[in-house]
């Protein structure tokens, strides 16, 4: 079974100032890992994630996260944000292969970006 | 292309009324799932259907709960009588086939029971 830690359940930051978002996970087995993020009254949409290849992913906003297998993080940055990254960030983990009802969220970070 | 879409967007009833929510996933997704999002809990998943077949249903957390898929393009998730514990915002996501794929949710269901 895997399981998934976010660290942080809130980061409040200054604008353009640079942020990490912590996420380790736990698994026996090679695994899939996720970014979502939850803008007030909506869903959840991807914002990135690494399947394989290059350990390091971007999104199309400037986040950017990091697979570490060896520390099992998957840490999410960005080096300066913005008003409106305010949001819940989670991170999400699922086995290689595995059912897709499997999928494990971590409890999320809310980011707080102040003016 | 229309992403998930979810009715009601809000929800207020009294306890013990049934409520249903409802549910039209992405078109040419084979999966779909429901999940409770609370403060204390995190995000819970409550079942997951694959081409409108229950999957795991270990989620739901009382027989006061019921989800139905009677085809590709909608589906239900009702509780009988509600309870204000219930009180909570349901999210209906939906994917294809394969572990790498991501899912995509719905502005999801705020419902508040009295």
């Known amino acids: 079974a895997q399981s998934v830690t976010q660290l942080d359940s809130q980061v409040p930051v200054f604008e353009e100032a640079p942020v990490e978002l912590r996420c380790n996970y736990s698994?026996?087995?090679?695994?899939?890992l996720f970014w979502y993020v939850q803008y007030p009254n909506q869903g959840l949409q991807l914002l990135l994630k690494?399947?394989?290849?290059?350990?390091l992913v971007e999104s199309i906003n400037g986040f950017e996260a990091e697979f570490n297998k060896s520390q099992t993080s998957f840490h999410l940055r960005k080096p300066s944000v913005h008003i409106s990254d305010t949001a819940e960030y989670f991170c999400a983990v699922i086995s290689r292969g595995g059912s897709q009802g499997n999928l494990i969220f971590g409890k999320g970070t809310k980011l707080s970006v102040k003016p | 292309d229309a992403g998930v879409i979810q009715s009601p967007r809000h929800e207020v009833t009294e306890m013990g009324q049934e409520v249903t929510l409802r549910c039209k996933p992405i078109?040419?997704?084979?999966?779909l799932f429901w999940y409770r999002q609370t403060m204390m809990r995190g995000l819970e998943l409550l079942i997951y259907?694959?081409?409108?077949?229950?999957?795991?249903d270990s989620g739901m957390p009382e027989d006061r709960f019921s989800a139905k898929m009677p085809n590709a393009s909608f589906s239900t998730l009702k509780i009988q009588p509600s309870e204000p514990r219930d009180s909570a915002v349901y999210f209906c996501a939906s994917s294809t086939q394969g572990s790498h794929q991501p899912q995509h949710f719905g502005d999801g269901t705020r419902l508040s029971i009295l």
């Open positions: 690494y399947l394989s290849g290059s350990t």
């Open positions: 259907f694959n081409n409108n077949v229950p999957i795991d």
């Open positions: 698994s026996s087995v090679s695994v899939y």
């Open positions: 078109s040419g997704h084979d999966y």
